[in-house]
Structures are given as C-alpha cells and as structure tokens.
C-alpha cells in the first residue's frame, strides 16, 4: 500500500513563508495528478494546488501568486511553497495524488485517491 508522508507545517506570523513536502513511500512506477487541499475548522476540504506528471498547475484562484507547486518525480514528491502567510491560511493541509501505479510483492498494483494524514499549519496574526 502506498503511503503519503507529508512534513513542514507549523507556526508562523503572518507574512512570513513555509514549505510542505509529501512523498510518496514504495516501490513508486508513476504518479499522475499530486495535489495539496487544505480543511480548516468549520469549513470544507477545498484545493489548494494540484500539478500534472507534466507540470501543468492549477491553482486556489485567491492564492495565486503566492502559493508555488511543484514536483520531483524521481522522488515522488510534491512540494507547496507558501508565502506571504496570512491569518485565513491556517488549515490542516492534505497531500492528495489521483492515481499511483507501483510495484509490490511481485506485482504491480494501483492505487486511486490516496491521501496524506494531514499537516498543521497555523498563521498567528
């Protein structure tokens, strides 16, 4: 089973700047969409970012400019640059990827919508 492991959130003052990575563990062939939503409280899951195998983004459109996605497929791995940090982009953010082909126990295998356990970050005014 392929697991996203998703790291760098945390606590910063407005306007400063972190950078979340999720990567992906196994035996990873290719991956076609990676994606980062985020959830904050009392409010839908909304995406934040999504970028293809080919690089092609899309983008949260009050975020543009701001938020930067991007992707090492050699190591299965999707970053989200965030600048410019303000109040309302505190939110428990998720690494999501659409589909993963990998290869384990002899076999080559699937995975559709996978997500990551989620990482906190929280923007002090």
């Known amino acids: 089973q392929v697991q996203l492991v998703e790291s760098g959130g945390g606590l910063v003052q407005a306007g400063g700047s972190l950078r979340l990575s999720c990567a992906a563990s196994g035996n990873i062939i290719s991956i076609i969409d990676m994606g980062w939503y985020r959830q904050a409280p009392g409010k839908q899951r909304e995406l934040v970012a999504a970028?293809?195998?080919?690089?092609?983004?899309n983008y949260l459109d009050s975020l543009k400019g701001r938020f930067i996605i991007s992707r090492d497929n050699a190591k299965s791995t999707v970053y989200l640059q965030m600048n410019s940090l303000k109040p309302e982009d505190t939110a428990v953010y998720y690494c999501?990827?659409?589909?993963?082909?990998?290869?384990?126990?002899?076999?080559?295998?699937?995975?559709?919508?996978?997500w990551g356990q989620g990482t906190q970050v929280t923007v002090s005014s």
């Open positions: 970028i293809t195998s080919g690089g092609g983004t």
């Open positions: 999501n990827v659409d589909f993963v082909l990998y290869y384990s126990g002899g076999q080559y295998k699937r995975e559709y919508d996978v």
